[in-house]
């Protein structure tokens, strides 16, 4: 794979991420954090996926404490940008490859493709 494709499959990741994160920022404010389950999306390369992941904030938090670490629906890995680090129920975390852009350089260079 060309490193142009690797790079804007991780961006697509990073866009889900900070909507993820946004979320996560909502139920702290609430104060919901560790009752329910939310539906955070999956955090595939796909840029047209809507699926959801259904977990708890504080869980979502925990994974995310490594900067590498996404949350994906099962079988919406991409081994050539990331590894598999852990399976649970009905998604995976996975681990990226390479540096990641912040969600801003990737929005931006997702609107000049």
């Known amino acids: 794979m060309k490193q142009r494709d690797e790079r804007r499959l991780i961006e697509n990741e990073v866009i889900f991420r900070q909507i ?7 139920l702290h404010d609430v ?13 595939c390369s796909d ?10 904030a504080a869980e979502y ?29 009905g998604y995976c975390i996975v681990e990226k490859f390479q540096k990641l852009p912040s969600a801003d350089e990737a929005a931006y260079r997702l609107k000049e493709l």
């Open 61 to 89: 938090e925990k994974i995310h404490k490594g900067s590498r670490n996404f949350i994906v629906v099962t079988g919406h890995e991409s081994p050539e940008i990331e590894k598999i680090v852990e399976r649970r129920d």
């Open 31 to 43: 104060g919901v954090q560790h009752v329910l389950p939310a539906p955070f999306y999956c955090e």
């Open 47 to 56: 840029i047209h996926c809507t699926q959801r992941i259904e977990l708890p």
């Open 20 to 26: 993820n994160k946004d979320v996560d920022d909502f």
